[in-house]
């Protein structure tokens, strides 16, 4: 089981320019999460999708929006990249809506530097 | 959403039990306590999750207070490979398939 994997793993782009961060979820996994963390804090919460629509939403501008695939797979968009986007962009899979086994489990991240 | 307080750093000798507290005094009847923990270069990756009663799992033990206003994330042993950054997390039992809040965690510092 290859686990959550993301792409690519790093990243440099241009103030203005647009991105596109790619996640493929864990085997059997519906659900895919999106976070944004900078560097010394957590993770915060952008947006999560199952059923190939966007179920909830963190405090993040129209700028971030996303896209699931019938494969279950997710992407991230990035308009109009700020300096103050450089981050950790982590993906997390998990199982279902409303289910109780809900652990959830991460990709190692894509390290976006906005220059 | 109900928020979580945690030390900013702990220290632990390796091979010596480590216990990791956690506040969360404004924490409601549905909620569940989760931890998580970063290791260096990583994504979070989950470690335990308890309601009520102690739990026990392979990784740690969580022990939660019976006025559930805080919690402690027990490694029995601490190994190198624990040092890591620790999340304590609430989550609503109506929302356990949404969003993780994070705080700022305890990173745990393992000495040999």
């Known amino acids: 089981d290859a686990g959550v994997t993301q792409s690519p793993t790093h990243l440099i782009k241009t103030r203005g320019q647009q991105v596109t961060l790619r996640c493929s979820p864990k085997?059997?996994?519906?659900?895919v999460s999106w976070y944004q963390q900078a560097l010394g804090q957590g993770p915060q919460f952008i947006f999560q999708?199952?059923?190939?629509?966007?179920?909830q939403r963190g405090n993040f501008p129209d700028r971030f929006s996303g896209h699931q695939f019938p494969n279950y797979s997710s992407e991230l968009n990035v308009n109009a990249l700020l300096l103050g986007d450089s981050a950790l962009y982590l993906c997390?899979?998990?199982?279902?809506?409303?289910?109780?086994?809900?652990?959830?489990?991460f990709g190692q991240g894509t390290r976006l530097t906005v220059v | 959403d109900a928020k979580t307080t945690q030390p900013n750093s702990m220290e632990s000798n390796e091979e010596e039990p480590v216990h990791l507290p956690c506040n969360h005094s404004?924490?409601?009847?549905?909620?569940?306590i989760h931890w998580y923990r970063q290791l260096p270069s990583q994504g979070p990756e989950y470690v335990i999750h308890?309601?009520?009663s102690n739990v026990n799992n392979r990784m740690a033990s969580l022990a939660i207070a019976e006025d559930r206003k805080s919690s402690t994330l027990i490694l029995h042993r601490a190994t190198l490979r624990d040092a890591a950054v620790y999340y304590c997390?609430?989550?609503?039992?109506?929302?356990?398939?949404?969003?993780?809040?994070f705080g700022q965690g305890t990173e745990l510092s393992v000495k040999p």
């Open positions: 308890g309601l009520t």
């Open positions: 999708y199952y059923e190939e629509e966007e179920r």
């Open positions: 404004t924490i409601s009847g549905t909620d569940y």
């Open positions: 085997s059997g996994h519906d659900t």
């Open positions: 997390a899979s998990s199982l279902g809506q409303g289910t109780l086994n809900t652990e959830a489990f």
């Open positions: 997390i609430l989550r609503d039992v109506w929302n356990q398939g949404g969003k993780l809040i």
